[in-house]
């Protein structure tokens, strides 16, 4: 019989709806039965494209002896963390606090005020590496909470208080400067690794905002080392496994140093970053390779990440059905042994395909499978043979059992891929990639905006979650809303933009001290009120507010907007030295800050050649307004009329304006010359 989530719009919670499990979502009621009860509360975070999820939920959530403990013992509650990020922020800081580290599944035991007084990550079924097995904490638990149940709720007062009573070294009220920013470059070159680009050691995370702190770093100062740790981290990436060499697209992480082996599940969020930051390393260097992975990353996202809204899904699973042996493995739709190349291609193309793609008998995976890259060869290949080759290997997955999708729409992540694809479209001539992003920004508006502009995080086959949006979906849809207006030219999106960030102003900002905060100040009261600057696989929300505040501060004038945005970046003041690493997107805006930004209106056709300069300037954060003349689309074109009838640009920066540019190589010149210009 289904248990309560059968009802959810969160695919993660939907895989649970026919456990024995008696489970609950997140809701007050969960709370007042485990009161009524007299019983803890588990709480199990988790989400779709989790391998250990699904591995601890094969092998203990939908056992029938353990379903009968949970159930007789506790209340259990399952969270997808990505529709709560606020309760998963919460409880994560308290099982770091507790562990020193953290993960998912999360699972934590709480008291029926939401207290945690236990905590932990994946259970196995039996004792196993030092970890005891699920049924032993269980009941482990238990007994605590029936034998010594004062001392229990004591412990969880005392944790609830000192997370609540923890302070955010919020740091200076200035703005970062050219010190704080040449001391995180300097950070960053002490922890890059010049072998195999990236950041860091095992296991190696895409730094996709890191890179883009370093483009605009050497756009505002020529600095050559950024650009170089930007160019060869993003090649690395491009000719590892961790980049999908058929199908485009990235994999969550590198299990490796190299970028040799993925955790192959691919997120929305990280694809969406990455096709930007490429599309920005080819508008600095005109790299063929950059612009090659940015447009297949941005088809990934359409071919197979788009819902039929219009939306894009949250991400495709790292397991899928092994068709040998009818069970689900990691990996398995996208790794190749010899035999296998052999047998879809024929035994010379398999060949040239094994030395082309790195395939071994060895295996640079599990059971002899090898992850394909793009090793560095001196063997020169036939640029024919080898699209055969691709094509063949792409059919011949295309019949494989493909891994499963989280349908799941999150509006933040949305935000980043309207920005990424609008980007990528308006460089590369690509209209169909802007329509996409169009559709999206349309769905958001249509779905997740309310009559009053507030924002739900989820939606799922055109039906809204029930969660209300977070920092982060305020501050990534404007930013995507911005990208729009940019590209288009329309102001409507301006216009949503604003109300979202007025929104960021009324209801996620501190009026003392200018931070932030990752929930409104009238949503659901946990028992803190998560908060945290750090970059880490998406923007965080409060570095994303304050680029956006900036850039819409750029568009309109606002001063009330670009205040907030300057007194938001304080936390990079204090962290950008400290901790480069985890707070890339602050750094680059930080950058944009010190560079202006740059304000541009191009007077002329929308997607002419004026506009096109303006948009592949380097110049950090620029931002670009575009329309005829007389046009009251966008604040920056008003009283902006054409010289001598031609497209004219006039380019703005710290309450100065440039003398109008009607040639656009004279605009580069202001902008940033590109590479990638010239080579048009």
């Known amino acids: 019989m289904p248990n309560r989530l059968a009802q959810e719009t969160s695919p993660y919670l939907l895989q649970h709806a026919d456990n024995p499990v008696d489970w609950w979502p997140w809701s007050a009621e969960a709370f007042e039965e485990a009161r009524r009860r007299g019983v803890p509360v588990l709480l199990s975070v988790g989400y779709s494209s ?60 709480l008291t029926p005020d939401a207290e945690p007084f236990y905590f932990g990550t994946y259970f196995p079924p039996e004792p196993r590496h030092g970890m005891p097995s699920f049924t032993q904490v269980l009941d482990g638990v238990h007994s605590a909470w029936t034998d010594r149940r004062g001392e229990v709720t004591e412990v969880a007062g005392k944790i609830t208080a000192d997370l609540a009573a923890r302070e955010l070294p919020y740091g200076d009220t200035q703005v970062p400067g050219e010190e704080e920013l040449g001391q995180a470059l300097l950070g960053l070159v002490r922890e890059y690794d010049a072998t195999h680009g990236g950041f860091g050691g095992a296991p190696k995370f895409p730094p996709s905002m890191v890179i883009e702190f370093l483009l605009r770093h050497h756009a505002r100062t020529g600095a050559e080392g950024a650009l170089q740790m930007a160019a060869d981290t993003c090649e690395r990436m491009a000719r590892g496994g961790i980049y999908d060499q058929l199908g485009g697209g990235f994999a969550r992480y590198s299990v490796d140093r190299e970028f040799t082996v993925p955790h192959f599940e691919k997120m929305l969020y990280d694809n969406a970053l990455l096709c930007r930051a490429y599309a920005h390393l080819w508008r600095s260097t005109g790299s063929e390779l950059a612009k090659r992975v940015a447009l297949e990353t941005a088809d990934f996202m359409v071919r197979e990440l788009r819902t039929n809204e219009g939306g894009f899904a949250s991400a495709l699973d790292a397991d899928s059905e092994d068709p040998a042996s009818g069970k689900h493995v990691e990996g398995a739709y996208y790794v190749w042994t010899p035999a296998q190349l052999n047998d879809v291609l024929g035994t010379e193309d398999g060949a040239v395909a094994a030395r082309y793609f790195g395939v071994t008998e060895e295996g640079t995976f599990e059971e002899g499978a090898s992850v394909l890259q793009l090793p560095q060869s001196d063997e020169v290949f036939d640029a024919a043979q080898i699209a055969r080759i691709r094509d063949g290997l792409r059919t011949a997955r295309d019949a494989r059992p493909a891994p499963g999708r989280d349908d799941k729409v999150v509006a933040a992540w949305n935000g980043l891929a309207i920005a990424a694809l609008a980007e990528t ?77 007025d929104h960021v102003l009324d209801l996620f900002v501190d009026r003392e001290s200018g931070a932030l905060y990752d929930t409104a100040s009238d949503a659901e009261k946990l028992i803190r009120r998560p908060q945290d600057p750090t970059d880490n696989a998406t923007p965080s929300g409060w570095t994303a507010a304050a680029g956006a505040l900036l850039s819409y501060a750029a568009q309109t004038g606002s001063e009330a907007h670009r205040t907030a945005a300057e007194r938001a970046l304080g936390v990079v003041k204090a962290l950008g030295p400290r901790a480069p690493r985890f707070i890339g997107n602050g750094l680059a805006v930080a950058e944009a800050l010190l560079d202006g930004p740059r304000e541009v209106a191009v007077v002329g056709e929308i997607g002419g050649r004026m506009h096109h300069a303006a948009l592949t300037g380097t110049a950090p954060g620029a931002v670009v307004a575009a329309g005829a003349e007389g046009s009251d689309e966008l604040p920056l074109l008003a009283d902006r009329p054409r010289v001598e009838g031609r497209e004219t640009a006039y380019v703005c920066r710290h309450f100065v304006c440039d003398a109008p540019v009607t040639d656009i190589d004279r605009l580069g010149g202001i902008l940033g010359e590109t590479q990638a210009r010239r080579s048009l």
């Not at 996409?436 to 502009?453: E, I, K, N, Q, Y």
């Not at 920092?471 to 409507?492: N, P, R, W």
């Open 50 to 109: 989790c391998h250990w999820c699904h591995v601890m939920a094969h092998e203990s959530f939908e056992d029938d002896a353990t379903a009968a403990v949970l159930n007789e013992k506790f209340v259990n509650i399952k969270v997808d963390r990505e529709e709560r990020p606020d309760v998963d922020a919460v409880y994560m800081e308290a099982v770091q606090a507790a562990t020193g580290q953290g993960g998912w599944p999360m699972t934590v035991f």
């Open 425 to 501: 479209g308006a460089y590369f001539g690509r209209q169909d990639l802007v329509d996409a992003a169009v559709c999206a920004g349309d769905l958001l508006v249509r779905l997740h905006m309310d009559t009053h502009a507030r924002i739900s995080r989820t939606s799922k086959d055109g039906q809204l979650g029930a969660n209300a949006g977070v920092l982060e979906d305020y501050a990534d849809v404007a930013e995507g809303f911005l990208a729009l207006a940019s590209v288009t030219g329309e102001g409507v999106w301006l216009e949503f933009a604003g109300f979202l960030l």
